[in-house]
Structures are given as C-alpha cells and as structure tokens.
C-alpha cells in the first residue's frame, strides 16, 4: 500500500512488550526498597515511572481506542510507591488487556473519547492508530529514563 505505513499487531506488541518487560525487570531487580528510590531531586521513582505507564497504557488503549471507562489519576501515579510484587502483576494484567485492546483496534478511526488537557499527551492525536503510537512512545522513552534511575540508585548505594 503506497503512502501508508504498515505494521501488524504482532509486530507493535513486540517493541510495546520490551519496554514493558525492560522496566518490570528493573522493578524487579532493584525490589521494594530500590524501586521506590527517587535519586536524584525532582526524579521519579522507578515504581511511580512504572505506574504511570500502566495508567498510560491503560487509558489510552483502553479509554480511546477500545472505548472503556478507566479510571485514572495521574497525579497519583507519580508519588505512587510500594511493594513490587503487585506492581509486577498488574504489568501482566495490562499487558494481557492491551494485546485485545490492539487485535480490537481499527488504526484509521477516531478515538473513542478526548483525552484531558491535564494528561499531556501529543497535540494531534485524532486516530486509535496514533493513540497506540502515542503508548509506544510513552512506554520507549520512560524504558530509558528507568535505566537512568537505575543506574542512579546503584551508584547512589556504592557510593
């Protein structure tokens, strides 16, 4: 198809899957006490980045593109802190509901709903294609800013 870019669900979920599984593995090796750790100031912490993805997965493939009421707060993602072990099965819960939200999505439809302002997300999402794009992003770029964090907090505990 000329002029359009293709990707199978398989595919997206993929790279969606890497970042998931990067960051549940740096949760998980840093564990209750080094998950919670905000190491530098105005840092988050690994457990809140983590949380916040899961809302944003959860909002914007569930709410926009598969159209169902999710119940967000994402201030509260961001101080959110805790044991990992629940935070690592959400991860699985997510996941699992965003592999039907994708095989349920149609790329070129409107988004099933507006986003708040409040939410920060790109200016011009209009389609469900872009919203998923919009939580590859999302999951991408907190997937390196945890490797920072954690790279922090090591360094943080030799030093």
């Given at each position: 198809?000329?002029?359009?870019?293709?990707?199978?669900?398989?595919?997206?979920?993929?790279?969606?899957?890497?970042?998931?599984?990067?960051?549940?593995?740096?949760?998980?090796?840093?564990?209750?006490?080094?998950?919670?750790?905000?190491?530098?100031?105005?840092?988050?912490?690994?457990?809140?980045?983590?949380?916040?993805?899961?809302?944003?997965?959860?909002?914007?493939a569930?709410?926009?593109?598969?159209?169902?009421?999710?119940?967000?707060?994402?201030?509260?993602?961001?101080?959110?802190?805790?044991?990992?072990?629940?935070?690592?099965?959400?991860?699985?819960?997510?996941?699992?509901?965003?592999?039907?939200?994708?095989?349920?999505?149609?790329p070129?439809?409107p988004?099933?709903?507006?986003?708040?302002?409040?939410?920060?997300?790109?200016?011009?999402v209009?389609?469900?294609?872009?919203?998923?794009?919009?939580?590859?992003?999302?999951?991408?770029?907190?997937?390196?800013?945890?490797?920072?964090?954690?790279?922090?907090?090591?360094?943080?505990a030799?030093?």
């Amino acid at each position: 198809m000329e002029g359009h870019l293709v990707i199978t669900e398989d595919e997206y979920l993929y790279y969606v899957d890497r970042a998931l599984d990067g960051m549940a593995a740096i949760v998980a090796e840093l564990g209750d006490e080094g998950a919670n750790i905000r190491p530098l100031p105005g840092a988050n912490s690994p457990y809140a980045l983590l949380t916040h993805c899961l809302g944003v997965t959860s909002y914007w493939a569930g709410a926009l593109v598969s159209g169902r009421e999710v119940a967000r707060d994402r201030d509260a993602e961001f101080v959110s802190s805790g044991p990992v072990g629940p935070l690592l099965e959400k991860v699985k819960e997510v996941r699992a509901r965003l592999a039907e939200d994708v095989r349920a999505a149609v790329p070129a439809d409107p988004l099933r709903g507006t986003p708040p302002d409040g939410f920060l997300g790109p200016d011009d999402v209009q389609t469900q294609g872009s919203a998923l794009l919009h939580v590859y992003e999302e999951l991408a770029q907190h997937h390196g800013q945890m490797e920072i964090l954690r790279d922090a907090i090591h360094a943080g505990a030799a030093a």
